[in-house]
């Protein structure tokens, strides 16, 4: 297996441009063959990437192997939360029954990453209503081209274009139900993981441009200390408090090296700089869900102080 620190200071910069999300899925899986760890394949499939939309499907496909670790390694998976409502746990209306033994899921799930590309589709839905009315969500693995799925793409979106969003209408699926519980053990945690994953592959892909466009040695290693960091968060405790405060520091650190980053665009490629310009809002799009968490999470820690008193 290759050191992951070494491979980004090191590996060739594949030059290739990548025309769609097929063959930045081939690469990703050629990086994925590297290393072990999903996060590890996250920033190295972020590194492949040639554009910002391509590194978040590296980052996105390698979270979703850390909330299921039996993903198969060669099929896109798409997680099916968010509704009409959004997607709070009181939101699902989705339902998963059982039949003779057979358990099927109906609803319609309204914005979908990466849908339209997915093989399997990871929906979290509805199995009824507990004693003190919540919601009692569950979460099954359908497949994408089962009968009773229909997808819709969406147009779309002005940054990122390349990360298609859809929605899904779901009659009488059959489904493989995933033990556990769907908020607690998925959409939950699944936050968090989300973006470890999207940071690192980011990194991943800031490395490359830095290489590309011959950075300062000083900006690289900055990069380079960002991504060693990110890796050594504890994935396997998404909930822990501590996680979403080192998260939080992280992404602080991030927000201060992109800034610092600013003047050195002007030297890189023309077409990567444009889509840079065009695309960084896609990190900024978790951010308020992120400070409400990070608040929470110094709460948890420091209930008698008011959120970002510590020192």
Not at 220 to 227: C, D, G, H, I, P
Not at 259 to 285: F, K, S
């Amino acid at each position: 297996m290759d050191t992951l620190l070494d491979f980004l200071v090191a590996e060739p910069v594949a030059t290739a441009p990548l025309d769609d999300v097929a063959a930045a899925w081939t690469r990703h899986r050629v990086a994925a063959n590297r290393f072990e760890q999903p996060v590890e394949v996250a920033i190295a499939g972020g590194f492949g990437a040639d554009r910002l939309g391509y590194a978040f499907l590296s980052g996105y496909q390698e979270a979703l192997r850390t909330l299921i670790p039996d993903l198969p390694d060669d099929e896109l998976v798409a997680m099916c939360a968010t509704e009409e409502g959004g997607g709070h746990p009181a939101a699902i209306r989705a339902t998963l029954t059982e039949r003779d033994g057979v358990w099927v899921v109906n609803g319609t799930k309204s914005f979908v990453t990466m849908g339209s590309f997915a093989r399997r589709l990871m929906v979290i839905a509805s199995v009824g209503t507990s004693s003190d009315e919540r919601n009692m969500l569950r979460a099954c693995m359908i497949e994408a081209r089962a009968a009773g799925v229909r997808r819709t793409d969406h147009p779309a979106l002005p940054f990122a274009p390349e990360v298609a969003h859809s929605s899904v209408v779901l009659s009488d699926v059959p489904a493989r139900v995933l033990p556990g519980d769907g908020y607690l053990d998925y959409l939950k945690p699944f936050r968090t993981i989300e973006d470890i994953h999207v940071l690192a592959a980011t990194l991943g892909w800031l490395v490359r441009v830095a290489r590309a466009s011959d950075w300062p040695r000083a900006s690289r290693q900055r990069l380079l200390a960002l991504a060693a960091a990110v890796r050594g968060l504890d994935i396997d405790a998404p909930s822990s408090p501590g996680v979403h405060i080192a998260l939080g520091g992280l992404f602080e650190l991030f927000g201060d090296v992109l800034a610092g980053l600013e003047p050195l665009w002007q030297t890189a490629d023309p077409v990567t700089r444009q889509r840079w310009e065009r695309d960084r809002p896609l990190l900024a799009t978790a951010g308020r869900v992120r400070g409400q968490r990070l608040a929470a999470a110094w709460r948890a820690v420091e209930p008698s102080e008011p959120a970002g008193t510590g020192a």
